[in-house]
């Protein structure tokens, strides 16, 4: 998801996403119970205001690990 805060209102956008090699200027990696949480997370960022945030999940590796008994 990514989102944009304008006046205090907040839009959600399912995609398309940003090409980064155009737009990714930096990452933020948090740690949430789930994508809400995350976007919550996101929301409070100042640069929200004059950009868009894009969430995406992160594979969690070791757990990944422990499910294949890798």
Do not use: C
């Amino acid at each position: 998801r990514s989102f944009r805060v304008r006046q205090q209102r907040t839009t959600v956008f399912d995609g398309p996403f940003a090409e980064t090699k155009e737009y990714l200027a930096g990452f933020n990696l948090i740690e949430a119970d789930d994508l809400d949480h995350a976007m919550r997370i996101a929301r409070t960022f100042p640069w929200a205001r004059i950009g868009a945030i894009e969430v995406r999940p992160v594979r969690d590796m070791e757990a990944v690990r422990q499910r294949v008994g890798a």
